[in-house]
């Protein structure tokens, strides 16, 4: 009986020790839930204010786009203007320098066009007027035209530079024949002028003959005469010459420009399809 009452005493101790580790484990779990769950507010918190940051933040980052598409539109308006009164101003197409000048123009302001139309496509479509998106399809058919008017300069801006050339050797080969003709009358006149005659000229020019002869003075001009028509071809050689590599710098300048300009503008077309083929709904 007393080896029955001890195991009696030891299942009843046994039980009880059962239930105050049950009534533990699940104080521990109650109080790890509790943990668990302000955690769970905390980062929920956490993610609340970090919502309204990301929302400000896209409100602040949408106003400040707003703001450069503004300026793409005042830069593109402002580069129009320019395009106009270029034309009106060099209006003289049949001249073959004002031509070549013209094509200089419209491709040395082409990165005021291309600067405004970055700043306008920023956003994709978003927040955008339905005008916008309208004038947007407009824009992007226009860089097309554009790009390819700005191909077609350049055999222009070639057949130009060779006539370029051509007018101002004519003209330069014009004033050189005018002076070497006004030396040649001078140097035929002055040889058939007599001593009597060269003395007086020389008087005449406050100057003297001092210890030289009037034949002297004569050869002596009429040599400077013959050194001057010298210099005179020379002189217009090294012209043409300087004036035929500024043009050509200048040319090779605004043909890449063109061709540079002009592949960026189809670019931009190319990669603005999202802009064309946009659904009627949106």
Not at 49 to 60: N, T
Not at 122 to 142: A, M, P, T
């Amino acid at each position: 009986m007393p080896f029955f009452t001890g195991i009696s005493g030891g299942i009843v101790i046994f039980q009880r020790f059962s239930f105050y580790f049950v009534v533990v484990v699940n104080l521990v779990r109650i109080m790890s839930d509790i943990g668990n769950d302000k955690q769970v507010h905390l980062q929920l918190s956490k993610l609340g204010g970090a919502v309204e940051s990301l929302k400000y933040g896209s409100f602040e980052l949408m106003s400040s786009i707003r703001i450069l598409r503004l300026i793409g539109y005042g830069m593109l308006g402002l580069a129009l203007f320019d395009l106009i009164e270029t034309v009106i101003s060099n209006s003289n197409f049949g001249n073959a320098i004002s031509m070549l000048q013209l094509i200089g123009a419209f491709v040395e302001k082409s990165p005021v066009s291309l600067l405004g139309l970055g700043l306008v496509l920023i956003g994709g479509l978003n927040e955008r007027y339905k005008w916008e998106r309208f004038l947007l399809k407009v824009l992007s058919w226009l860089t097309l035209l554009v790009g390819i008017l700005y191909i077609l300069l350049i055999p222009l801006a070639i057949a130009n530079t060779v006539l370029v050339n051509n007018v101002v050797n004519t003209y330069i080969d014009g004033q050189y024949q005018q002076k070497l003709t006004q030396a040649s009358g001078f140097e035929e006149r002055f040889k058939q002028a007599t001593p009597e005659a060269v003395e007086e000229i020389v008087k005449r020019q406050g100057g003297s003959l001092g210890d030289k002869s009037p034949q002297q003075l004569k050869d002596k001009i009429l040599a400077d005469v013959n050194q001057s028509k010298a210099q005179l071809k020379s002189q217009a050689d090294a012209a043409k010459s300087q004036q035929k590599k500024s043009w050509l710098t200048k040319s090779i300048k605004w043909n890449l420009g063109a061709l540079i300009a002009g592949t960026l503008f189809i670019s931009i077309w190319k990669y603005t399809t999202w802009i064309r083929v946009s659904k009627a709904e949106e």
